[in-house]
C-alpha cells in the first residue's frame, strides 16, 4: 500500500556532526512538508515542497539546517552542525496537493544528538 | 494567542462513553479543518477531514465545523480503551498547515 517512508528511523549522533534524513513521499503527491516534534514545542513546520520547489522554510534555523528535493520521488534535510538542541522526532508528510489537502505522514526519524 | 488551540487534557473517558475533543483557531481565512490520531511513538494519523460548516460522521467518529465562532470539535462515540491516544487538530488556508499541540485521551476500561 502507498505510504510516506524515512531513513533512519533512529539517528544517534555526537554534537558537531552532519545528519542527513530522507523521505519518499507517495509516488504522484507533489507537495512535501518536514516536521520536527518535541515535547515542549509539539508538532513544528519546517519546510515544505511543491513540485520540488522550495515554497517555506521559515521554521528552519538557516544556519544549520537545509531541505532539498533532488528529484519527485526523494526529500531530504540536513543538519550541519548537530547540535543537542536538535535532538527531536523529524517528520516527513505528503499530499497530492491536486484534489485533497489531507497530509500522509511518514514513521518519522527519532534524533538523538549527544 | 496560538494560532491552533487544544487543552492539553488529559481527557479521561470511561469506556463506551462519548469523547468529546475541541479545538478553536485564530485565522478567519482557514479552510480545511483535519483530526490527526498519534499513538505514543509513532506518527500522526488522519482520521477525519472538514471543508465546510456542520458535521460529517466516519464510523464512531463525527467532526463538527464553525466557523462564525472558529472552532471545530470531534466526537467520538463508543469510546474504546484502544482510542486512548493524543488527538490533533490541523487547520489550513493553502498548503501551511498549523497544528494545535493535542489533547492527550485515556479511555478507561
Known amino acids: 500500500d502507498a505510504r510516506v517512508t524515512q531513513t533512519p528511523r533512529h539517528k544517534v549522533t555526537e554534537m558537531g556532526q552532519e545528519v542527513t534524513m530522507r523521505c519518499q513521499p507517495i509516488l504522484g503527491h507533489n507537495t512535501v512538508f518536514w516536521y520536527r516534534q518535541t515535547m515542549m514545542q509539539g508538532l513544528e513546520l519546517l519546510a515544505y515542497f511543491r513540485n520540488r520547489a522550495p515554497l517555506d522554510d521559515s521554521g528552519m534555523p538557516k544556519d544549520r539546517f537545509s531541505a532539498e528535493m533532488p528529484d519527485a520521488t526523494l526529500a531530504t534535510l540536513k543538519i550541519q552542525p548537530s547540535e543537542p538542541r536538535d535532538s527531536a522526532v523529524y517528520f516527513c508528510?505528503?499530499?497530492?496537493?491536486?484534489?485533497?489537502?489531507?497530509?500522509?505522514f511518514g514513521p518519522g526519524t527519532r534524533l538523538t544528538v549527544t | 494567542q496560538k494560532e491552533v488551540e487544544q487543552n492539553s487534557g488529559p481527557l479521561s473517558v470511561p469506556e463506551g462513553a462519548i469523547a468529546s475533543l475541541n479545538c478553536t483557531y485564530s485565522?478567519?481565512?482557514?479552510?480545511?479543518f483535519f483530526w490527526y490520531r498519534q499513538y505514543s511513538g509513532k506518527s500522526p494519523e488522519l482520521i477525519m477531514s472538514i471543508y465546510s460548516n456542520g458535521d460529517k460522521e466516519d464510523g464512531r467518529f463525527t467532526a463538527q465545523l464553525n466557523k462564525a465562532s472558529q472552532y471545530v470539535s470531534l466526537l467520538i462515540r463508543d469510546s474504546q480503551p484502544s482510542d486512548s491516544a493524543t488527538y490533533l487538530c490541523a487547520v489550513t488556508g493553502t498548503y501551511k498547515y498549523i497544528f494545535g499541540t493535542g489533547t492527550r485521551l485515556k479511555v478507561l476500561a
Open positions: 508528510a505528503s499530499l497530492t496537493g491536486a484534489t485533497s489537502h489531507e497530509q500522509y
Open positions: 485565522d478567519r481565512v482557514s479552510q480545511s
